[in-house]
């Protein structure tokens, strides 16, 4: 969650599945921009979040967005990343984030995609996101990443929670039959 967002400030979690926004149902998280979108800045809405077994209404006023600003530089070459290829049957190749890319971001860890192909773009993750969790296990480092991605069974679907600029989100990566 992006620290004194309008999400943030209102009370919701990581976690939460946002169930109605104003009283319309979501579907699927695809309904979900469509549906801010369309609501004026500084307007007061209600969101109802499926959190922990049960659902609980919370009231969040709309912000305006910036545009997406770069998410981090390029190492220099005394910062030294390791890559990882563990994700490759997903479609994944990723690094551990240098000290001052997790500073700028704010964060504890993660891994940055160097590369989404096949699966994990189809799942709408891209070059330059962070992975902070997958399969609803924290990701800090490359290490965490592989271990995860281990035990993942590869037919089956793995969630990924990712943030791209200020927004963290939820993706799911399917793979092709």
Known sequence: MVARSPADKAGVEAGDIITKF?????????????????????????VTVFRRGSTKDLS?????????????????????T????AGQPFGLTVSDLTDAQRKELKLKGGV?????TEAAARAGLREGDIIVGIANVEVA?????????????KNKPLNVLFRRG????????????
Do not use: H
């Open 22 to 46: 104003d009283g319309k149902v979501i579907d699927k998280s695809s309904d979900l921009p469509r549906v801010v979108g369309s609501t004026k800045p500084g307007n007061k809405s209600t």
């Open 141 to 153: 480092s490359v290490k965490d990443f592989d271990a995860v991605l281990a035990k993942a069974d």
């Open 60 to 80: 969040i006023t709309i912000a305006e967005i910036e545009a997406d600003k770069p998410v981090a530089k390029a190492p220099s070459k005394d910062e030294k």
């Open 112 to 116: 940055k995609i160097d590369a989404a």
């Open 166 to 177: 200020e927004w963290t989100q939820y993706s799911v990566i399917r793979m092709a039959r």
């Open 82 to 85: 390791k890559n990882s290829s």
